[in-house]
């Protein structure tokens, strides 16, 4: 054997070494990415499958795709209504909750307010609160202000709840908002109202945006509030509407249920490809930290 | 705007000055957490020692009742010992495997990274509703594809009743929690793991440490406060487990998926047991808080400082 195959050789033996690992990595993610994406491509195939055709088993491919399941299912479940009124409240609701969180956000980002800790400590625990322990006096609550089983009930209640997580949200932000501007502004006589509205706001359009996107899921997918609030069947949420997919009648056939939670999904579908760069990368993470 | 960074203030006076800030930034909110979430707090703790049935306008003091009842029913038990094990399972795949999965996207350990993190995330922004539904038609035991993936596997020995077995039932409810969770610890610890200086891995890297001396050596000891914030949402997102709940099961079979959560929701409005309902309340508080400190003062001791 002449050295320099010798060479070549133990090069590519060298090469295979470092990439071994690696491709067996890739496989193990491969693998991962199957088992997180295969229930969802499973189900898209199976909702445009007829009926007759189970008998082929889970994975067989639909030999005559249909869309009737999505029209049936729209149509039973009136779903028409159910994404208008969980458009409604993810829309209103997540406004309502950067509303009231942009003020204080701007107060615990910019000033030393004696007591700040104190503010702190609330807001953190209006986050974690787990949603049952308030379940009984909030339905009270609202039975009082005769808000029972009403749009606007939800809408507040969502409002106040996501209130926390923006306040955190865009403090986070606005810390990163360099004070050079409002000095000089400052120095100019401004007020705190017109550093807020006229710097500090345009400047935190980015971070709006990200708290507002984030908030909307989360109301998108709120079930506990919407299934113990609410009790008529045109006001209803998608989450809610959808739990009639479980009943006997439909589970019998699994191509309405699939049909039913694609479409349940679209929107958000359509919110994570607007902003994936925002979300996904995990910036938003940096401003819960501090 | 006087930024005050080292003379002492008092409230009083920062808010004379700063009557905008004040109002909007510090008094509207804390009422309206008042309202909102502190007022039903302590309306809990306060209907926790009554009798109610959500209609009447008279409630029935009991006294300590509803607690001495609670301590003996066996659903407030098998309810516990089910959100602790849903705890455990959730700590111990969705937690690891999200640190893992970060961990090898930022070692750039894989080919596709970006596919995978979507892929892993892209759950996180589904409802748990329909997370349910899909899980009950891919376990379904007769058309289900899980089912048909371990027998192809070799592995039929393993097909089971996943909501029909009581021993198994919560813990296939808790995997697909944790399916739909994973992505949250997964984008946590990529963001942390970014924020590590790129040379602190350099270093190791060239001390000869491996993969999994680099991840329980450096990166780890790095990512404490991460790991807080995560342990924390795990902890909370376990206790208050309810929709998957609510969905695939309902508590079946005779109660043995039952979480605390759930048992508020029956008690009070399918039982009309509002003081009970009240009372469970307060448990999974006093249980969050519990938990939480305690973990706060031992293994994450001084995680929070800044």
Known sequence: MSSVALLTERRTFKRLRFAAPRLFATLLAFILAAIWLGPLALMVMTSIKPNKEFLNGPFALPIAPTFEPYQKVWEGLNFGVLMQNSVLYATTGSALAVLLALVPAFALSRFEIPGKKYVFALLLTGLILPQQTVLIPLYAVLRSLHLLDTRIGLIIVHGVYGMPAQILILRGFMTTIPREIEKAAQIEGATDFQIFTKIILPLSVPGIVVGYTLNFIAIWKEFVFALVFLNSENILPVTVGMLKLNSDRYITAFNLPAAGLVISQIPIVILFILTYRGISSGNFVGSVKG | ?306
């Open chain 2, 1 to 306: 705007m006087s930024r005050i960074d080292d003379e002492r203030y008092s409230f009083l006076a920062f808010a004379r000055n700063h009557v905008f800030v004040t109002l909007f930034g510090i008094v509207a909110p804390v009422l309206l957490f008042a309202c909102f979430i502190g007022y039903p707090i302590v309306y809990t703790i306060y209907l926790s020692f009554f009798e109610w049935n959500g209609m009447a306008p008279t409630k029935t003091f009991v006294g300590l009742a509803n607690y001495s009842y609670m301590f003996g029913d066996k659903y407030f038990y098998i309810s516990l010992e089910n959100n602790l094990k849903w705890l455990v399972v959730s700590l111990a795949f969705p937690v690891v495997l999200g640190f893992l999965i970060a961990y090898a996207m930022r070692v750039r350990a894989v080919y596709f990274p970006t596919l995978l993190r979507t892929a892993i995330f892209f759950p996180v922004t589904m409802s748990l509703v329909a997370v349910g539904l899909m899980f009950l038609l891919i376990l379904n035991p007769i058309f289900g594809a899980f089912d048909t993936v371990l027998r192809a596997l070799g592995l039929g020995f393993l097909v089971s009743e996943w909501f029909g077995d009581y021993r198994i039932a919560i813990y296939t409810l808790a995997f697909v929690g944790g399916w739909a969770f994973t992505g949250l610890p997964m984008i946590f610890y990529f963001a942390g793991i970014g924020d590590v200086p790129k040379e602190t891995f350099d270093a190791a890297r060239i001390e000869g440490a491996g993969h999994l001396r680099m991840m329980l050596r450096v990166a780890l000891p790095q990512l404490r406060s991460v790991t807080a914030v995560v342990v924390m949402l795990t902890l909370f997102e376990s206790l208050k487990a309810f929709d998957l709940i609510a969905v695939m099961t309902k508590g079946a079979p005779f109660g043995r998926t039952n979480v605390l959560g759930y048992l508020v929701y029956l008690e009070s409005f399918w039982n009309s047991r509002f003081g009970y309902g009240a009372t469970v309340s307060v448990a999974i508080l006093v249980l969050s808080i519990a938990i939480a400190t305690l973990m706060l003062g031992t293994v994450f001791r001084g995680a929070f400082d800044v």
